[in-house]
């Protein structure tokens, strides 16, 4: 009998909960399909990518943003790092990493809290040093570049002056 009363308690508490205590990140995708990168005009390489992005966002946003406040992401535009190198025709899944092909990734952001936008901006977000990352390259996760040069973006631009949480 007393899990469900606890279920109940439980239940009415996260409803009563305000969603203004709540930190979270909205990412949204604008016209994907033409994006820079050639992974984004094929629908099946396309909807794991963003779906991979919008997640990893959302984690370090957890880690970075204050209670009660959300981030809205808009990215505008993709090039991940690397390209497809169409005369290695043995490999034509295979992208060759480069340093003349950086990851960049262009967004417009708006940082609010209680109503009141904190801060927005559009930015292009690039790391020309990405091949010195040794910590990306070791890291055996998908979009290893990508994700630390978001990373160290989101660090800088919200998270400065706090440790992350977590």
């Given at each position: 009998m007393r899990a469900p009363k606890f279920a109940v308690v439980v239940t009415l508490a996260s409803l009563l909960l305000p969603a203004a205590a709540l930190a979270g990140v909205n990412v949204r995708f604008v016209a994907p399909e033409r994006f820079a990168d050639q992974d984004f005009r094929s629908p099946y390489k396309r909807e794991p990518l963003m779906k991979?992005?919008?997640?990893?966002?959302?984690?370090?946003?957890?880690?970075?943003?204050?209670?009660?406040?959300?981030?809205?992401?808009?990215?505008?535009?993709?090039?991940?790092?690397?390209?497809?190198?169409?005369?290695?025709?043995?490999?034509?899944?295979?992208?060759?990493?480069?340093?003349?092909?950086?990851?960049?990734?262009?967004?417009?952001?708006?940082?609010?809290?209680?109503?009141?936008?904190?801060?927005?901006?559009?930015?292009?977000?690039?790391?020309?040093?990405?091949?010195?990352?040794?910590?990306?390259?070791?890291?055996?996760?998908?979009?290893?570049?990508?994700?630390?040069?978001l990373r160290d973006w989101f660090r800088r631009r919200f998270g400065e002056g706090q440790r992350p949480r977590g």
């Amino acid at each position: 009998m007393r899990a469900p009363k606890f279920a109940v308690v439980v239940t009415l508490a996260s409803l009563l909960l305000p969603a203004a205590a709540l930190a979270g990140v909205n990412v949204r995708f604008v016209a994907p399909e033409r994006f820079a990168d050639q992974d984004f005009r094929s629908p099946y390489k396309r909807e794991p990518l963003m779906k991979e992005l919008e997640r990893f966002l959302q984690r370090v946003g957890e880690l970075y943003l204050r209670p009660g406040q959300t981030l809205r992401i808009e990215v505008l535009d993709v090039d991940l790092a690397g390209r497809y190198e169409p005369f290695n025709t043995r490999f034509n899944d295979v992208r060759v990493m480069r340093d003349v092909t950086p990851p960049r990734v262009k967004l417009r952001y708006r940082l609010e809290a209680a109503g009141r936008t904190l801060a927005s901006a559009e930015e292009t977000v690039s790391d020309l040093n990405y091949l010195m990352n040794i910590q990306a390259r070791n890291s055996g996760e998908w979009l290893p570049y990508e994700k630390a040069m978001l990373r160290d973006w989101f660090r800088r631009r919200f998270g400065e002056g706090q440790r992350p949480r977590g």
